[in-house]
Nanobody, 122 residues
Framework: QVQLVESGGGLVQPGGSLKLSCEAS????????MGWYRQAPGNQRELVAY???????TYADSVKGRFTISRDNAKNTVYLQMNSLKPEDTAVYYC????????????????WGQGTQVTVSS
């Protein structure tokens, strides 16, 4: 069973930094795109960043220049380094593997972690 477990969230002051981790288990993910989404109360879940198998990152405009996504395939882990945090970054952050192939049913599945809370407040 594929599982994604996020960690590293917490309370930070504006301008501060946090580093989120997402540990994946139950499969091999080196060829998969992995990403981070976030959802604030009353808002839809939005894409924050994703990284492909070549470790090429893509960022939402709202976080570009402040966040860095990276991955360590040996650890099946994707990271999100968040710098210069703003109150509007407050959200639950979710790790996502959008198109993991299941040999069991021959279909692609999207997997999500349980989320980790990031609160940016003074």
């Amino acid at each position: 069973q594929v599982q994604l477990v996020e960690s590293g969230g917490g309370l930070v002051q504006p301008g501060g930094s946090l580093k989120l981790s997402c540990e994946a288990s139950g499969g091999a993910f080196s060829l998969n795109v992995m990403g981070w989404y976030r959802q604030a109360p009353g808002n839809q879940r939005e894409l924050v960043a994703y990284i492909n198998s070549a470790s090429f990152p893509t960022y939402a405009d709202s976080v570009k220049g402040r966040f860095t996504i990276s991955r360590d395939n040996a650890k099946n882990t994707v990271y999100l380094q968040m710098n210069s945090l703003k109150p509007e970054d407050t959200a639950v952050y979710y790790c996502n593997v959008p198109d993991y192939y299941s040999a069991y049913d021959g279909k692609l599945h999207s997997y999500w972690g349980q989320g980790t809370q990031v609160t940016v407040s003074s």
